[in-house]
């Protein structure tokens, strides 16, 4: 079992920057693939950008340039570095971990670009 507790969500101006931490329990971190989800209000819950265990990284085109997925194995945490916010941006942002066949989400983490 795997419980997944994200933080560093708020409220910042468009043009900021925020970091998420998503910190895991649980052993074998180093072996799941990770990644942020996000959803707005009446959209569907899109993939933002996943790290595999092997450290290769993926990200939505929407947001290629400015936010930056890692991961620490030694603390059992994943990151996303969210640089040049746009409004558009403001939605929950989950974590997730998959180790086929087990996958595990976060709670969630409201993130608010707004003037």
């Known amino acids: 079992q795997v419980q997944l507790v994200e933080s560093g969500g708020g409220l910042v101006q468009p043009g900021g920057s925020l970091r998420l931490s998503c910190a895991a329990s649980?052993?074998?971190?180093?072996?799941?693939?990770m990644a942020w989800y996000r959803q707005a209000p009446g959209k569907q819950r899109e993939l933002v950008a996943e790290?595999?265990?092997?450290?290769?990284?993926n990200y939505a085109d929407s947001v290629k340039g400015r936010f930056t997925v890692s991961r620490d194995n030694a603390k059992n945490t994943a990151y996303l570095q969210m640089n040049s916010l746009k409004p558009e941006d403001t939605a929950v942002y989950y974590c997730?971990?998959?180790?086929?066949?087990?996958?595990?989400w976060g709670q969630g983490t409201q993130v608010t670009v707004s003037s």
């Open positions: 649980g052993n074998f971190f180093s072996l799941y693939a």
């Open positions: 997730y971990a998959r180790l086929v066949p087990l996958d595990y």
């Open positions: 790290i595999t265990s092997g450290g290769n990284t």
